[in-house]
């Protein structure tokens, strides 16, 4: 399965952003999805999971302003960004993993930059 993250730029603060993950290759199943972010000097942090019915969690900084969600018709997870705060600012990237308990990624996509500036 190979996982391609688009829809990163540049946003002004309080403005939105819609990313998209896309899975391609022997999608057989549908397993749980996150996505992650790695600002500059910070280690990579896991942002929000949706799992194989849906359910979400979210790391406690963009709660209320974040959206995970998945199409799985088209095995996309979509990440909805608003009121975004310069401190969003990183590389995103999508993982499918496992979930037991906690979210383990086991695979990743090629990074998308949000930069969020005035």
């Known amino acids: 399965v190979q996982l391609q993250a688009s829809g990163g ?4 603060p309080g403005g939105s952003l819609r990313l998209s ?10 397993p749980p999805m996150g996505w992650h972010r790695q600002a500059p ?28 969600s998945r199409d799985n018709a088209r095995n996309t997870v979509y990440l909805q960004m608003n009121n975004l705060k310069l401190e969003d600012t990183a590389v995103y990237y ?7 308990g ?4 086991l695979q990743w996509g090629l ?3 949000v ?4």
Do not use: M
């Open 9 to 12: 730029g540049l946003a002004q």
């Open 21 to 30: 993950c896309v899975a391609s290759g022997s999608v057989h199943s549908i």
């Open 41 to 68: 000097g910070k280690e990579r942090e896991l942002v929000a999971v949706i799992s194989s019915n849906g359910g979400t969690k979210y790391e406690d900084s963009v709660k209320g302003r974040f959206t995970i």
């Open 94 to 100: 999508c993982s499918s993993g496992i979930a037991t």
């Open 102 to 105: 906690t979210y383990v990624p």
């Open 111 to 113: 990074g998308t930059q």
């Open 115 to 118: 930069t969020v500036s005035s």
